[in-house]
């Protein structure tokens, strides 16, 4: 085959055997393959002219459907479905040709004519592929472009985990496949998972590019292809660039073949897509004023008819199923490979090739004119055969024996480990940081079941968010073992930095989006790959923000992990306002599919610890919990915020109501008595300052409570929860919060202290109608002593007396000019 393709990296001791190469399909196979992507274009683009056309708006908004980006796909996954695929294998499609995938399920029997016709609308076929909310097995979420692509890297590397660990059974590796959209190379996370790959020597990974060379707002830029092989090059993949098809290569072939050759390697993309566009008489006028007269490639373009000119001009590599087959069947190794697909965007529709197609529609008058094209007849448009040259029998059977669907299901399942009991260190002075390290440490010097699947990643900050006893003892995660070169050189440190296959921590780079990432795939790996793993992952709390794209993602696919983030807030005070976080209290409580806690001491972040590692193995069964109102019983990711400020801490057995409170959100540090005039909500590092506080209002105003909050996420989600409860009719619906605030009068104040964004907690006065000061931090930090810091933000002991005086104005308090 005629295709330009680098060769692979040099074979390596990490790779596994050549791939025996599958058969080549027979000539009777790629007609049956020729006609099963016609039809796969056909549903695709008739399931999106349904919803926009046919099915009724009730609200008149444009349901779109991206019929052209759609259709530059129908072939590559044709014959990646229909031939290539194994079961083990997963894809990432790219989010525009979410109607392909669908219409390709539907032929399997693995997708209803019902969510197909109800595409884009309420409970149909999705927009954008999800593994949540489609019904018919997708692998990947896609969306936010060029998520999925990282993706599909991560997840090799997550199975790499599973298999040097043992924990994959029989099953094989599987090949992690992302379908790309070329513009999708324009996000930057690509790039930085391209690098990390390199670092962990990814294997098993394919990312097919559909270049087509147009973007959302244009055509892109000319010679993009040899930038894109260069990086990938530069980063030890095999580059595989199929531009030319079959009837190319034949017409090349040819006398004057080389001259037309030629003529399309150096046609500007721009004019390309318009000579696309306009079809074969423009061809004919363009190939003839530039190569006319010169006999040979005059000839060869006068054979052929305007049907025939346009249809050899558009055959490019991406959309000829026999090419295909044979760039992907040749692939015998396990190294990382980049198809370059050159295609045509909108392909095999009249709206091929122009630059405005990217959201376009057919009209129904175009549609009428792919109906009789395609030989559909009407009221048949969602019969699987109805058009196809091929008897329907012979088609199902063919469906029956393809390798992809064979093997049963292909959502694993693994069950839940059990989690030990987990007590809180001695120490009687310590930060949250450095008790979870010392909780985590006591893990890794069990043997338990958890600790041999808890996998522990940073982006480069492992010893500074206090995973380095974790990683001492158990080790780092690569291919082939690499010792400590200062431990063999018997110079002193205080880490062991030890590589092997069998290490349980994953070092990555600075980059927080691939830390995430890396999160989601290992907390699929239950799902995806048959072995549950428990995926901590540490970084500092305000680089939460740049990740928080990929953090967003690993929800939406409800990918299963627990989220370290310290220090926080401005309580990292000589750090300044570039380490200083304030928004991140209010991303844990609006991220959907992940809990929030903020405990204030280690024997609270132990309970809290011991639920998190229950709580990522829920599978979303079982009856809910009126207790709470919260959906615990589904599960979810965990995030705590921690501090470095170490705390003295209290001497005390906690009870199991206290215990339930924790969980649940709050508990009483100070209960509140009858005539309570004043209480202060606090959560977190700023805890000793509104103990100190409490006292000296205690001494001027009657039965003053102290709550400690250690989620104001998990207390919001119960209030709202029990809220809605009540409004379908469940009228004792109580949540955790409001039986916390019941007993309080209604002249009480509540004061809330939190070193984040005040808005985190000041919703409590709404729960039951109390007057309320809401204290925080609104503006980017200083640098300074807490002490500066505290009352320059108005979050130290003075402040919280002020604002409980200003919301129990009543009699002053003898210690406000004192404090």
């Known amino acids: 085959m005629d295709r330009h393709t680098s060769p692979p990296p040099a074979p390596s001791v990490l790779s596994a055997p050549l791939r025996p190469r599958p058969a080549p399909p027979s000539a009777a196979d790629l007609a049956i393959l020729a006609e099963l992507e016609r039809k796969v274009l056909w549903l695709a683009s008739w399931t999106i002219h349904n919803a926009n056309h046919l099915r009724p708006s009730t609200d008149g908004l444009k349901v779109g459907g991206h019929q052209a980006s759609s259709a530059s796909l129908a072939a590559i996954m044709s014959a990646l479905y229909f031939h290539v695929l194994r079961p083990e294998d997963r894809v990432a499609v790219k989010p525009h040709a979410s109607p392909i995938f669908h219409a390709i399920q539907y032929l399997f029997g693995r997708q209803t004519r ?5 595409f884009r609308g309420f409970k149909g076929a999705q927009s954008y592929p999800s593994r949540t909310k489609d019904a018919d097995d997708v692998d990947f979420s896609t969306g936010s472009v060029g998520l999925g692509v990282a993706q599909t890297l991560f997840a090799s590397l997550a199975q790499d985990y599973v298999h040097a660990h043992g924990l994959a059974g029989d099953r094989p590796k599987g090949r992690m496949i992302a379908l790309v959209g070329d513009a999708e190379l324009d996000e930057g996370n690509v790039f930085e998972a391209l690098l990390e790959g390199w670092k962990h020597e990814v294997r098993n990974t394919w990312w097919i590019i ?127 490979v980049a198809f370059l697909c050159y295609t045509v965007k909108g392909f095999g529709l009249p709206l091929a090739g122009h630059k405005d197609n990217h959201a376009g529609l057919m009209t129904p008058a175009q549609m009428e004119a792919l109906r009789a094209a395609m030989g559909v007849g009407e009221g048949r448009e969602w019969e699987p055969f109805e058009g196809l040259k091929r008897p329907a029998g012979e088609l199902a059977a063919f469906l029956d024996r393809v390798p992809f669907a064979q093997g049963g299901p292909r959502r694993f399942t693994d069950p839940a480990l059990a989690v030990p009991a ?120 305000p680089f939460i923000c740049r990740g928080l ?18 220090p926080s807030g401005i309580t990292l005070a000589p750090e300044g306002g570039a380490h200083q976080s304030i928004s991140t209290p209010l991303i844990g409580m609006a991220q959907d599919g992940l809990a929030a806690f903020e405990p204030a001491f280690v024997d609270e972040l132990a309970v809290l610890m011991e639920f998190a590692f229950d709580y990522v193995q829920r599978d979303g069964e079982g009856a809910g919990d009126e207790r709470n109102w919260l959906r615990d019983e589904t599960g979810g990711s965990i995030y705590f915020r921690l501090s470095t400020r170490p705390l003295e801490q209290p001497k005390r057995v906690l009870t199991e109501a206290q215990k339930r409170g924790i969980v649940d959100g709050a508990y009483w540090l100070r209960e509140p008595g009858p005539n309570c005039e004043v209480v202060v909500a606090v959560q977190g590092a700023v805890t000793p300052e509104a103990i100190a506080a409490v006292a000296l209002i205690a001494e001027d105003r009657r039965d003053v409570g102290l709550l400690a909050v250690t989620s104001a996420d998990r207390l919001n989600a119960g209030w709202t929860a029990a809220a809605r409860a009540r409004e379908r009719g469940f ?66 002991t003075a402040a919280i007396v002020a604002a409980a005086q200003a919301i129990s104005p009543g009699r002053p308090l003898r210690h406000l000019k004192a404090v």
């Open 210 to 336: 559909d270049y087509n060379r147009q973007s959302l707002d244009g055509v892109v830029r000319e010679g993009l292809y040899e930038r894109f092989t260069g990086i990938f090059e530069a980063m030890g993949w095999q580059v595989v660039v199929l531009k030319y098809g079959t009837l190319q290569q034949a017409a090349f072939a040819e006398p004057g073949g080389a001259a037309l050759k030629s003529w399309i390697d150096t046609c500007p993309n721009a004019e390309y897509s318009a000579l696309t566009f306009q079809g074969g008489a423009a061809w004919r006028k363009r190939l003839m004023d530039d190569l006319g007269d010169q006999g040979e490639v005059s000839a060869l373009i006068a054979r052929r008819s305007d049907a025939e000119l346009s249809a050899l001009m558009t055959n490019l590599g991406g959309h000829d199923i026999a090419a295909l087959i044979a760039a992907f069947d040749a692939i015998d190794h396990d190294r990382p």
């Open 422 to 541: 987990l007590a809180p260190p001695p120490n009687p002075v310590i930060s949250t940081q450095a008790g979870f390290g010392l909780i985590l440490q006591d893990l890794a010097k069990g043997e338990s079941p958890l600790s041999d699947r808890i996998v522990t990643t940073s982006p480069d900050v492992t010893v500074s968010t206090n995973l380095g006893p974790w990683v001492n003892r158990r080790g780092l995660f690569a291919h082939a073992a690499l010792a400590d070169v200062f431990k063999r050189e018997r110079i002193p440190s205080t880490f062991a930095w030890e590589f092997s296959p069998k290490g349980q921590h994953v070092e990555l780079g600075i980059a927080e989006m691939n830390l995430f990432l890396t999160l989601s795939a290992f907390g699929l790996s239950h799902s995806l790959f048959g072995a549950r793993l428990v995926p901590v992952g540490t970084l500092y709390d």
């Open 731 to 796: 009228a004792g619906a109580t949540s955790h919060v409001e039986r916390l605030l019941e007993p309080l009068p209604r002249h009480c104040g509540i004061v809330s202290v939190i070193d984040g964004h005040p808005a985190t907690l000041g919703w409590l006065g709404a729960v039951a109608g109390h007057r309320l000061r809401a204290l925080g931090v609104e503006h980017f930090g200083q640098t300074g002593t807490l002490a500066d810091l505290y009352a320059h933000y108005g979050l130290d």
């Open 114 to 118: 019902e969510r197909l016709e109800h």
């Open 549 to 566: 794209d990929a953090l967003n993602y690993a929800c939406y696919q409800d990918a299963r992990f627990i989220l370290v983030a310290t």
